[in-house]
């Protein structure tokens, strides 16, 4: 998590800067860019004016148009730090991460403060320089123990490079963070983990594959919990209907069971876990019979040639999807494959790529068929195999035992490792990764070679 400065001219025109802040705070991002536009109409030789319409425009993840203005405040103020630093930002962003560190160590050399030891960690974390970014978290933290984004960004290290017992409890910094999760208003405590002889209420803090991937953990609650009641969103219910170690499922929105204490979803590994040897096999999901017979023929339409599941997007209000994600079109090579049937198990507005493009006419588009995770989870249990970029399905697909290929970016979420092509998180899938920052194309074609090797295996195996 880097930081951002809205800049020094704050003390001056104090009004219009918070203005700026507050709508940022409020997710108000156009509003705060228009601030910020007249902010620059009325003073634009004013270096600051420019830096704050630069933060606006980063945080409606408009980088490139961000870098434009922080060029120009350093125009005029060409050893500001705060410009620099959000210049270094905004080029991480773009995955520019040589310029981004090299802008950061300018910084630090002349403010060597906690906050310009975070960006630097950021910056060399994400261009995948991951003891130097260790080492500079740990600096900030020297620092200043208590910056909540230091902390959680070393977390991110920690368990990346498998060093679960401190990661995970720095992972629990992230209550502390700016933009941290939302908590519930239980009037219970936060479980700590020790012997809880009433109920223990499980929620949900992010998104659909973090609590397919922890719900793995909750079995192994039963020596130090009488009871377990599991918050779920309704895109889950029925997918997590018959959960070992559940004793009752409580849909998001209704009024909460009597509970002893709470403990959300991704608190659940740090109560368990210390190395490899401490991880479960992935949760035992619930896969609906009536969506496996209703989907059945839609399947069976592939005949004999090897059906395979694709996803290229997922939730775009993620705000990483951009690099983790790409378009329909890559994944047309692999339609290219003789002997396969492509489904599209595509979700949300990326959906629509597919009802747009003549693709549409050879890709069976049966994720326009599923209206939930128990859905999804039947069409893939009748696939071969699943291609993808990194989302939820993969973890779906993964608890399925179901063999899939991720296709990941040059920095992944943390579950992938370092430089694995496998991960001991979800035994069935191969990792395929990008070699340099936003380069797909060796991805792909790695991956469509090794999809002809299959196909081919395929066709002589069947009778």
Request: proline share 8%; charged share 20%; net charge positive.
């Amino acid at each position: 998590m880097s930081t951002t400065n809205p800049g020094a001219g704050a003390a001056s025109a104090p009004k219009p800067y918070a203005d700026i802040q507050r709508a940022l705070a409020e997710r108000r991002h156009d509003d705060a860019i228009a601030i910020a536009e007249g902010i620059v109409a009325a003073t634009p030789r004013r270096g600051d004016a420019w830096n704050a319409l630069g933060v606006a425009l980063r945080a409606a993840g408009r980088p490139r148009e961000a870098i434009g203005c922080y060029r120009r405040a350093l125009d005029f103020s060409p050893e500001d730090s705060a410009a620099l630093a959000n210049l270094g930002n905004a080029l991480k962003d773009l995955q520019r991460y040589p310029e981004a560190v090299a802008l950061h160590r300018r910084v630090l050399a002349r403010q060597p403060d906690s906050t310009a030891w975070t960006n630097l960690g950021v910056a060399l974390h994400d261009g995948g320089m991951l003891v130097d970014a260790l080492a500079a978290f740990e600096e900030a933290i020297r620092l200043n123990p208590n910056n909540a984004s230091a902390q959680f960004d070393r977390s991110q290290v920690l368990l990346r490079l498998g060093r679960f017992e401190p990661g995970w409890a720095a992972f629990e910094w992230r209550w502390r963070l700016p933009d941290k999760p939302s908590i519930p208003g239980y009037q219970t405590p936060l479980w700590d983990g020790r012997d809880l002889q009433g109920t223990l209420l499980a929620w949900p803090e992010q998104g659909f594959g973090d609590a397919i991937l922890s719900v793995r953990f909750l079995p192994g609650l039963r020596s130090r919990v009488r009871r377990v009641a599991l918050g779920c969103k309704p895109e889950l219910m029925r997918l997590f209907g018959t959960l070992p170690g559940v004793d009752e499922l409580v849909a998001i929105g209704s009024p909460a069971p009597e509970h002893a204490a709470h403990v959300p979803f991704m608190s659940l590994p740090g109560k368990t876990m210390r190395s490899f040897a401490d991880l479960p096999p992935p949760a035992r999901l619930h896969v609906p019979p009536e969506s496996r017979a209703r989907l059945a023929p839609m399947i069976a339409a592939a005949g004999k040639r090897l059906k395979v599941g694709i996803v290229w997007s997922g939730s775009i209000t993620f705000k990483a999807n951009a690099q983790r994600a790409t378009g329909l079109d890559r994944f047309l090579t692999f339609a290219e494959v003789p002997g396969v049937q492509l489904f599209s198990l595509q979700k949300g507005p990326r959906a629509e790529e597919l009802a747009a493009s003549g693709a549409r006419n050879f890709i069976i588009d049966i994720g326009r068929h599923c209206e939930d995770f128990a859905d999804t989870a039947a069409a893939i249990e009748q696939l071969d195999l699943v291609i993808m970029t990194d989302s939820s399905v993969a973890h779906l697909a993964g608890s399925l035992g179901k063999p899939i290929w991720n296709l990941l970016p040059y920095m992944p979420y943390w579950l992938y490792l370092d430089g694995r092509s496998d991960t001991p998180w979800y035994p069935s899938m191969r990792l395929f990764r990008q070699r340099a920052p936003g380069d797909w194309d060796p991805v792909f074609a790695e991956a469509r070679h090794a999809l002809e090797e299959m196909s081919r295996r395929h066709a002589h195996q069947r009778p």
